[in-house]
């Protein structure tokens, strides 16, 4: 991103706190780079998803969210699970261990203080990651939207070009990784709790 474009207009209002504190966060490690010679690299995460994820069930995000909802209905042996809004927004998801191979990468093969963006550069709707994920968990019962909930944000997605033009690239495809974290959620000790 340009300097000119900084901060050139509003943040999202939902994700203003945590915008901000990347925002900070970035302009930091140029500070120090600039005053002191450091080399600090700033990569930028999309959604983060895989074993030993944050399962709770009013404080996770969306995937593990997911996850832990379609697993307990399919215990229960519940015939719908409703979920919020109408599924419209679009996200883009990361495998935790693709991240952290892309950071690994960057500290061989990158030196600079423009943001490196780690993404798949692929996005789907929450409806499609919803359906994805009930079809992993193996649940297969109705799926409901409820559309006094809001959906957020419309969509989030990075430009990942700086990684591809650096040699790097993402390893697990979505539904993989998926696979991965739900065969990982039954031992997470979050889910215990209620």
């Known amino acids: 991103m340009p300097e000119s474009c900084l901060l050139t207009s509003s943040l999202e209002e939902t994700n203003e706190a945590y915008a901000s504190a990347k925002i900070s966060g970035s302009k930091y490690c140029e500070y120090l780079n600039g005053q002191y010679g450091t080399d600090y690299i700033f990569v930028m995460p999309t959604n983060l998803y895989g074993p030993n994820d944050n399962y709770h069930p009013e404080h996770s995000h969306v995937l593990p969210s997911l996850i832990r909802r379609f697993h ?58 919803t359906e994805l994920v009930a079809k992993v968990a193996g649940y297969t019962g109705k799926i409901e939207w409820d559309p006094r909930k809001q959906n957020g944000t419309s969509r989030k997605l990075l430009n990942v070009s700086k990684a591809t033009k650096l040699g790097w690239t993402y390893k697990a495809e979505l539904e993989d990784g998926i696979r991965l974290a739900y065969e990982d959620f039954p031992n997470n000790p979050i889910r215990a709790e209620r």
């Not at 229960?76 to 679009?90: E, R």
């Not at 960057?106 to 409806?127: F, P, R």
């Open 72 to 129: 307990e209905a399919k215990e229960a042996g519940l015939d719908t699970v409703t979920c919020w809004d109408d599924g419209s927004p679009l996200r883009e998801f990361i495998y935790v261990d693709d991240l952290a191979n892309l950071c690994v990468f960057l500290m061989n093969n990158y030196s600079g203080n423009e943001t490196v963006n780690a993404g798949t550069g692929k996005e789907l709707t929450i409806k499609q990651l």
